[in-house]
């Protein structure tokens, strides 16, 4: 056997060390300041490399994107693969959240490195999303796999819509986790679990008939109006992310000049925060119209959430998805974070009012209206992974797993 055949290889070694810091680094920055901000040079100075050092690791901006997702993915793949050891639904459900807020734990006090939350995916472009997208395919099968339980069958519809409600569920929880003390964390994974698990309604309560729930008009208006330009945002953003709603694809879209769109608007930053100040809006009459109705509390944030669900199935939703504040700078992104947080608070408010009475299982009432604001955040993607999804059967594919629990929802009593 040879000399080169038993030491180490050091240079492969030394390089490897260098990657996962470079990719540790990326991962942190990507978190906090969304793909836009995040350049090549600020990751290199980030962790005392020049330019050319890190391009001789990462030739592209786009090739370290890719890296940092894929190593996101393969980290999610093996909490699935370590749940799916357990016995049961309950169980591998309860199993995969444990680990997953363990691991949330861990990064927030500096034992492990940072991972990529996975809210800038769709800023992907070509080549790199050839790879990456059917890596998040193999990611979701891989988390859908712990729903196949015997004793449990599903249909197809039902089973991807709870996959989805779980994962995107999870994918929440730093939004919100970070406003809780560490020592804190242990009980409210039991409480996401419980509610996952076991629903927000009381056992046995009866919803006001969901077809009598209307989605708020939207007001069309003409291909000039201000109206017009918030939606296009709207859409675009939600499909294709911050980068792939650019002024140009704005403007063609809506057969309008650049001219046109810089009249209306001084710049897409503007446009953005006026796309979110629409949603908010629109989010707020939902609400309205749900207390002014004569039910109880649980009766009340159903309907607002299956209105909001509705509005996000529209082929230019009115909605736009949360995932657009890393494309703010950071005053602003305050600014929107905390008029969703009041939002918020209104559900948690209608959720009181159910457990007052007796239509809301006792629950955490907090953690429960972050999980209703996840979910009508994450419906959007609704049709990208329940096949035949649509505005009628949106409430039943995805208000009702939530409102009665996962297991309720696959039929385990």
């Not at 591998?92 to 995916?121: H, K, N, W």
């Not at 504040?325 to 905390?338: D, F, I, Y």
Request: glycine share 6%; net charge neutral.
């Amino acid at each position: 056997m040879s000399t080169a055949e038993v030491l180490p290889d050091v240079k492969s070694s030394r390089f490897d060390h260098r990657r996962e810091k470079i990719l540790n680094a990326a991962s942190s920055l990507f978190n906090r300041h969304g793909l836009r901000d995040a350049t090549l040079t600020i990751i290199a100075a980030e962790i005392g490399l020049n330019f050319k050092s890190l391009r001789y690791y990462f030739k592209l901006r786009e090739d370290l994107v890719s890296a940092v997702f894929m190593r996101s993915i393969d980290l999610h793949l093996k909490l699935a693969e370590a749940a799916a050891e357990e016995r049961g639904l309950e169980c591998r459900l309860r199993r995969f959240v444990r680990d997953y807020f363990e691991l949330l734990l861990a990064v927030r006090l500096g034992t492990r490195p940072e991972f990529v939350y996975f809210g800038d995916l769709r800023a992907l472009t070509t080549p790199h999303s050839d790879d990456v997208w059917p890596a998040y395919g193999r990611m979701f099968k891989a988390i859908r796999k712990l729903f196949q339980v015997p004793g449990v069958t599903w249909d197809g519809s039902k089973l991807n819509a709870a996959t989805h409600m779980f994962l995107s569920q999870l994918l929440w929880t730093p939004v919100w986790t970070a406003n809780y003390f560490p020592q804190d964390v242990e009980q409210i994974t039991r409480n996401f679990a419980d509610i996952l698990l076991y629903g927000i309604a009381a056992k046995g309560v009866i919803f006001p008939p969901l077809d009598e729930v209307r989605r708020p008009a939207v007001e069309e208006g003409d291909r000039l109006s201000q109206g017009s330009f918030l939606r296009k945002a709207i859409s675009l953003i939600n499909q294709h992310g911050y980068r792939g709603a650019s002024v140009d694809r704005i403007s063609t879209e809506l057969n309008v000049t650049k001219g046109a769109f810089y009249h209306h608007n001084e710049t897409l930053d503007e446009l953005v925060v006026g796309a979110f100040e629409c949603s908010f809006a629109n989010i707020r009459a939902a609400q309205d119209d749900a207390l002014a109705r004569e039910t109880t509390g649980s009766g009340r944030i159903t309907a607002a959430a299956v209105s909001l669900v509705r509005q996000q199935m529209l082929d230019e939703g009115t909605l736009l998805r949360t995932a657009a504040l890393t494309a703010l700078n950071p005053e602003l992104r305050t600014r929107m974070a905390a008029e969703m947080g009041r939002l918020t608070l209104r559900f948690s408010n209608m959720l009181n009012d159910g457990l007052i009475d007796g239509s809301v299982r006792p629950c955490n009432l907090n953690v429960a209206a972050e999980m209703t604001t996840a979910m009508i955040n994450s419906s959007e993607e609704l049709r990208r992974w329940v096949h035949g999804a649509t505005e009628e059967n949106a409430a039943e594919l995805y208000v009702a797993p939530l409102m009665t629990g996962l297991l309720a929802y696959a039929g385990v009593e």
